[in-house]
């Protein structure tokens, strides 16, 4: 036990360290993620999507909860406050890391959209102007997905798997970050998770980031192309195992669009 938890010290060490994005970087993630989330268009920045009980804003569509409302999704966007907290960005006067979303439904959330709301507009004014921050905070969360999915595993041979994939993804050859494989750890970790939750499985299985860890194939000849291919078959999972209410089968067009930008 000593020895696994000194590894998953010294991991969470490695990669808050190394995982400080550049402006540039910052700048290119944020793009990217919201083409895949938004399309890059304004009138998403804060969203309620169909078939969902939760609005979804910012660059990542980070999942915010009303008051008193349960889902089995991870609640991101109060992480992002605390994150923003941290760094003393400023933000409306009404807004922290522990503020509910201020809809309770649906239906009150697009009354606010289309009246253009005090509330509702400074929420998209922050949102607009601080996409860098946005995606740096993905980049501290990936920072910590490696130990936590790590410390979900018990046997020592898997950690070393899901350690060596990782890094192949994270790095070139030569030891230096491959931008496109960062791109893709810090997309589909906000995308659709560590993995590490029992809360976000449909039948015991997962379909986030450490599910298609344990899926990729490592002898593939392109390894961008190799996890985009895993993921698919872990949302494709997903898909048939969600409970049919929920009409998962409409999402995996685009989210096959999306997967494919990780090799194309």
Not at 38 to 58: C, Q
Not at 194 to 215: A, D, I, K, P
């Amino acid at each position: 036990m000593r020895t696994v938890l000194f590894l998953l010290f010294n991991t969470v060490l490695l990669f808050s360290s190394e995982l400080k994005l550049t402006q540039k970087q910052a700048d290119y993630i944020a793009k990217k993620v919201w083409m895949n989330e938004g399309a890059g268009l304004d009138k998403y920045l804060v969203h309620w999507n169909e078939g969902e009980d939760f609005a979804s804003v910012g660059i990542g569509h980070f999942i915010w909860f009303s008051e008193g409302h349960t889902e089995r999704f991870r609640e991101v966007f109060p992480m992002v406050l605390a994150f923003m907290e941290e760094r003393n960005v400023t933000m409306p006067q009404w807004l922290n890391a522990k503020t509910p979303l201020p809809w309770s439904s649906k239906t009150e959330f697009y009354h606010a959209k289309k009246s253009n709301s005090k509330k509702y507009r400074e929420l998209f004014d922050f949102l607009k102007h601080t996409m860098p921050q946005q995606a740096e905070f993905m980049a501290v969360r990936l920072s910590h997905a490696l130990p936590e999915m790590l410390g979900t595993i018990e046997e020592r041979n898997v950690q070393q798997l899901i350690e060596r994939r990782f890094k192949r993804m994270l790095y070139h050859a030569d030891g230096s970050i491959d931008e496109r494989g960062l791109y893709i750890l810090l997309d589909y970790t906000n995308f659709k998770g560590e993995g590490t939750l029992e809360s976000e499985r449909y039948n015991g299985q997962g379909w986030g980031l450490l599910q298609v860890l344990e899926h990729l194939d490592e002898n593939a000849p392109d390894k961008y192309k190799a996890f985009a291919d895993a993921a698919k078959a872990m949302l494709g999972r997903r898909i048939k195992n969600s409970p049919p209410e929920r009409g998962e089968e409409r999402w995996r067009k685009g989210w096959n669009v999306r997967l494919d930008t990780y090799w194309k």
